[in-house]
């Protein structure tokens, strides 16, 4: 079974500018979710999708971050502007009804630099 | 949301056997216990879950005392290859959740 695919990546940009980073779930997964991972620390769930709503997303940016989650599949999240603090990695992952409680599939992650 | 506490790193040889503590004093009754491992340039990969007692797989083995307010992995003979990053987590299965990942236990496996 294919795992969780993400686009890009690596990505740089300088600060100010926009970005925009693909996830694509293990098929038939209903919940996806967002975690931004800066360096030596822990992944921090940003925003959870079930199917197409948004389940959470109190950790989430609002002034510059969106995420959006069409046709409750593949999901997009956008930064816009970019700040230096931006930089980490961003996972994306998936949970499907089946199997064991809250088990997660992460995707390879995008690894954003803002210069 | 129940918070966690593991040791910031841990050192160990190739063949020992490793245990790692979490402590959760706050769980909830509906929370499970789950733990994930994270290699360097990797997302984080799930290993084993529980809820009380004792949790085997192929894997490791979860020890979860009658209180429930800690846990403990235990990675049998370890190989150079369990250098890693290990996550305790601790929440329920219900959609409206939201776990949260806390600084987890650098294991470094030396020869």
């Known amino acids: 079974e294919a795992g969780v695919a993400q686009s890009p990546r690596y990505k740089i940009i300088e600060k100010r500018q926009s970005v925009a980073f693909w996830c694509n779930p293990i098929s038939g997964h209903a919940t996806l979710y967002w975690y931004q991972q800066i360096l030596g620390q822990g992944p921090k769930l940003l925003i959870q999708f079930q199917n197409n709503g948004v389940v959470d997303d109190s950790q989430l940016p609002k002034d510059r971050f969106s995420a959006e989650r069409l046709k409750g599949v593949d999901s997009t999240l956008k930064i816009q502007p970019a700040k230096l603090e931006d930089s980490a990695v961003y996972l994306c992952?998936?949970?499907?009804?089946?199997?064991?409680?809250?088990?997660?599939?992460f995707g390879p992650g995008t690894r954003l630099t803002v210069l | 949301l129940a918070k966690t506490t593991q040791p910031i790193s841990m050192d160990s040889y190739e063949g020992q056997e490793v245990n790692i503590t979490c402590s959760h004093n706050n769980i909830a009754t509906n929370d499970y216990i789950t733990w994930y491992q994270q290699f360097p340039s990797q997302g984080p990969r799930f290993i084993i879950q529980?809820?009380?007692t004792k949790v085997t797989n192929e894997v490791a083995s979860l020890f979860i005392p009658a209180d429930r307010k800690s846990s403990t992995l235990s990675l049998p003979r370890v190989s150079l290859s369990d250098t890693a990053v290990y996550y305790c987590l601790v929440g329920e299965d219900n959609a409206g959740n939201m776990l949260t990942f806390g600084g987890g236990t650098r294991l470094m496996v030396k020869p």
């Open positions: 992952a998936s949970s499907g009804p089946d199997g064991v409680y809250n088990e997660q599939f």
């Open positions: 529980g809820y009380k």
